[in-house]
């Protein structure tokens, strides 16, 4: 099975500032189809998951463009530009390039200094 | 506008069964693969299981494979977890997400809470 990993586990950011965070899977995520299913989700406090980024580097409907995805095989990374205060949450990477298995991982907890 | 409503949770003794639903609404329910993924009490998100748009295909985690069943009546618009022999692990909040492209899980409810306890 597909093992996710994302670094750091937590991170503290100041108002405007970039922040990055890293997701490494044990496999390529790069399908046969020539697209790569890597995903990139945010929790926010008491909400449910919502979708920012698809296959890679693709943003979801609405999703402000301060967000950014990049990344390919087995090393993936998501950036916030400028951190706004509405940022905080728990970031997660996921891949689903076996339609019959997906995988999260652990999370990135973000917070404001 | 997509939504999806849960229901079904509770507080449930180990080796006991439940069943949750999911009532979607906003989109052509029949054309789309649904998840369940589910999330223990201060931990990260675990996928669950995911069915076919027309109930061909399902998949299961291996942590509840043979134990939970997904299905769905595309007729009413909902989509069912049958939970079997549920142990104390199983305890989590659990969602169900709608399978947008390529079965990405892109909207998600707002959960139902299963508590196993004796």
């Known amino acids: 099975d597909i093992v996710m990993t994302q670094t750091p586990l937590s991170l503290s950011v100041t108002p405007g500032q970039p922040a990055s965070i890293s997701c490494k899977s044990s496999?390529?995520?790069?399908?046969?189809?020539?697209?790569?299913?890597l995903y990139w989700y945010l929790q926010k406090p008491g909400q449910s998951p919502q979708l920012l980024i698809y296959e890679v580097s693709k943003r979801f409907s609405g999703v402000p463009d301060r967000f950014s995805g990049s990344g390919s095989g087995t090393d993936f990374t998501l950036k916030i530009s400028r951190v706004e205060a509405e940022d905080v949450g728990v970031y997660y990477c996921?891949?689903?390039?076996?339609?019959?298995?997906?995988?999260f991982g652990p999370g990135t907890k973000v917070d404001i200094k | 506008q997509v939504q999806l409503v849960e229901s079904g949770g509770g507080v449930v003794q180990p080796g006991r069964s439940l069943t949750l639903s999911c009532a979607a609404s906003g989109f052509t329910f029949g054309s789309y693969a649904m998840h369940w993924v589910r999330q223990a009490p201060g931990k990260g998100l675990e996928w669950v299981a995911i069915i076919w748009y027309d109930g061909s295909n399902k998949y299961y985690a291996d942590s509840v494979k043979g134990r939970f069943t997904i299905s769905r009546d595309n007729s009413e618009s909902t989509v069912y977890l049958q939970m079997n022999s549920l142990r104390g692990e199983d305890t989590a909040l659990y969602y169900c997400a709608r399978g947008g492209v390529s079965a990405r899980p892109d909207y998600w409810g707002q959960g139902t809470l299963v508590t196993v306890s004796s």
């Open positions: 996921m891949q689903s390039i076996q339609l019959s298995l997906f995988t």
């Open positions: 496999q390529s995520l790069l399908y046969s189809d020539g697209k790569t299913y």
